[in-house]
C-alpha cells in the first residue's frame, strides 16, 4: 500500500514543521496555552458593533509598511489575518460587503436578526480539534452555548402538504431519528452516515495535496493515483445531488441531507 506512505509522509512532513517552530521558538507567539485568555464583555451595543465591523475604508486608515493584504474577511479571510497578526506581522483586510465577517456576519430587518450563513457547529467539545484551534486563533475570546439534543426542525411543503423531520445531535443519535422518520431507507441512511464519516476523517489527506510540491499533486491527478489513495478523492469532486440520488429516491430525505450537509 505505497499511496498510504504519500498520505503519512504529508502528515510527518506537517508535524516536523510545526515541531521545528515550536523547538525554536519561532512559532511560540503565534500557537501557547499562554495566549488564552478569560473571554472579554460581550459587546451587544451596535453602534460599537457597526465601528469595528463596518469601519469603511479610507486611504488615511491604511498602516504603513505592511506585511500582508488579506482580500475577504470570511471565515478564511480573518483566519489567516488573525494568525499573521499573531506572529508579529502587519495586516490590512479589505472587504467589499459594508460589514465583515462573510458567512458568520449576521443582519437585522424589522426587529428580527438573522443568520447569514453558519449558525451552529458540532464536534467542539473540549480537547476537539476544532475547539483547539478555534481557542488558539481567537485566544479564546469566542463562547459557545451547547444545543439540545433535539436542536433543529425542518419544515418542507406547505398546507396540507406540510412534513416536519426533526434533527438530533450526536452521531448515533442522528440516524437513529433518521431511520425512525424515514422507515425502509435505513441501509441509504446507514450509507450516508458512513460516507460523512469517511470524508471526516481523510478529509487531512485532502490538505496535503497542498503541502506536496504542484508536479506530484497534478501526476498523482492525471494518472488516477489519487483515487487509489482514498476514496475521499472521489467524493470531493461529486456533487451532493448526485450522490444521494445513488443511495434513495426519496425527495425528502434528499432534500434534508442537502440541509444538513451542504
Known amino acids: 500500500m505505497w499511496w498510504w506512505l504519500l498520505g503519512v509522509s504529508g502528515c510527518v512532513l506537517l508535524v516536523v514543521v510545526v515541531v521545528f517552530f515550536l523547538i525554536t521558538g519561532r512559532g511560540y507567539k503565534v500557537f501557547s496555552e499562554k495566549c488564552l485568555r478569560p473571554p472579554g464583555p460581550l459587546v451587544t451595543d451596535s453602534r460599537q458593533r457597526d465601528d469595528r465591523l463596518k469601519r469603511g475604508f479610507r486611504v488615511d486608515r491604511v498602516p504603513p509598511a505592511l506585511d500582508a493584504v488579506v482580500i475577504g474577511s470570511g471565515v478564511g479571510g480573518l483566519t489567516a489575518a488573525a494568525v499573521l497578526s499573531k506572529a508579529g506581522k502587519r495586516v490590512l483586510v479589505l472587504e467589499q460587503h459594508d460589514q465583515a465577517g462573510g458567512c458568520t456576519h449576521t443582519f437585522q430587518n424589522k426587529g428580527f436578526e438573522f443568520d447569514v450563513g453558519i ?144
Open 119 to 262: 449558525h451552529y457547529l458540532g464536534q467542539l467539545h473540549e480537547g476537539s480539534l476544532l475547539r483547539v484551534a478555534l481557542d488558539q486563533i481567537t485566544e479564546g475570546q469566542l463562547q459557545f452555548t451547547k444545543l439540545e439534543q433535539h436542536f433543529d426542525t425542518v419544515i418542507l411543503g406547505q398546507n396540507d402538504q406540510r412534513r416536519e423531520y426533526h434533527i438530533h445531535s450526536g452521531k448515533t443519535e442522528m440516524a437513529e431519528s433518521l431511520k425512525k422518520q424515514f422507515p425502509g431507507e435505513e441501509e441509504a441512511i446507514d450509507e450516508f452516515m458512513r460516507l460523512m464519516k469517511l470524508a471526516s476523517r481523510r478529509t487531512p489527506l485532502i490538505a496535503t495535496l497542498k503541502i506536496i510540491p504542484y508536479w506530484l499533486a497534478n501526476f498523482l491527478v492525471r494518472t488516477g493515483l489519487l483515487d487509489r489513495i482514498s476514496s475521499v478523492f472521489s467524493l470531493a469532486t461529486t456533487s451532493h445531488s448526485e450522490m444521494m440520488s445513488r443511495l434513495t429516491q426519496n425527495k425528502d430525505l434528499q432534500a434534508l441531507s442537502a440541509y444538513l450537509f451542504y
